[in-house]
């Protein structure tokens, strides 16, 4: 089984709409991530979480909401979907006690905004 | 943060040594360079970490001069299915936050 999950793993929504990605992990990593990437680019950090009670801004916040319910779970929400959200969204964990920087990743969601 | 350049794409044949150099003038005292691999479809993979010198793993060389200006992801004997876009980051160790993945290198290998 894979040790970081996403649902759904593909998504066509309209404008508008309120969506939501769910991101699960079994790794017992306290630090969760979402991101997202664009055709041709890198990824850009939406909002990271270091442990339950923690919820900090990234690079592109805007237009995003997140929540983490438990360690295990990090889900992230579109308000108000619109098109330029159409893109690739990955979810990440990782070890605050492991010294490097090592992210495990989701195998992704794609996003459609009509 | 430390800004890094990396070529957009390479092509290789398989079974070659790639190099991929990446460009991190303004690297602070406290950074390290990490690499990660993407394939089509996939989230990004770790590969390798270093501060100075040379780290060698299973999958890769990362060659870092004195200076750490610049670094160097060694792929030996590649095959097909390193195809892939190769990414250089440069942030301190355990500050996750501080992570940029750029646009990365897109790796195509040549049968």
């Known amino acids: 089984d894979a040790d970081v999950t996403q649902t759904p793993r593909n998504r066509i929504t309209k404008t508008g709409k309120r969506i939501m990605l769910e991101c699960s992990q079994t790794?017992?990593?306290?630090?969760m991530y979402w991101y997202r990437q664009d055709p041709g680019l890198g990824l850009r950090l939406i909002y990271y979480?270091?442990?339950?009670?923690?919820?900090n801004k990234g690079e592109i916040s805007d237009g995003y909401s997140v929540s983490r319910q438990a360690q295990a779970k990090f889900s992230l929400s579109l308000e108000s979907a619109i098109p330029n959200q159409t893109a690739l969204y990955f979810c990440?964990?990782?070890?605050?006690?492991?010294?490097?920087?090592?992210?495990?990743f989701g195998p992704g969601t794609r996003l459609t905004v009509l | 943060l430390a800004k890094t350049t990396q070529p957009i794409s390479m092509d290789s044949y398989e079974g070659q040594e790639v190099n991929i150099t990446c460009s991190h003038n303004?690297?602070?005292?406290?950074?390290?360079i990490t690499w990660y691999q993407q394939f089509p479809s996939q989230g990004p993979r770790f590969i390798i970490q270093?501060?100075?010198t040379k780290v060698t793993n299973e999958v890769a060389s990362l060659f870092i001069p004195a200076d750490r200006k610049s670094s160097t992801l060694s792929l030996p004997r590649v095959s097909l299915s390193d195809t892939a876009v190769y990414y250089c980051?440069?942030?301190?160790?355990?500050?996750?936050?501080?992570?940029?993945f750029g646009k990365g290198t897109r790796l195509h290998i040549l049968p």
């Open positions: 979480s270091f442990d339950v009670k923690d919820i």
């Open positions: 990440a964990t990782s070890d605050a006690d492991r010294v490097s920087n090592e992210q495990f």
């Open positions: 790794k017992g990593h306290d630090r």
């Open positions: 303004n690297i602070a005292t406290n950074d390290y």
């Open positions: 980051l440069v942030a301190p160790r355990n500050r996750d936050d501080k992570i940029i």
């Open positions: 270093g501060y100075k």
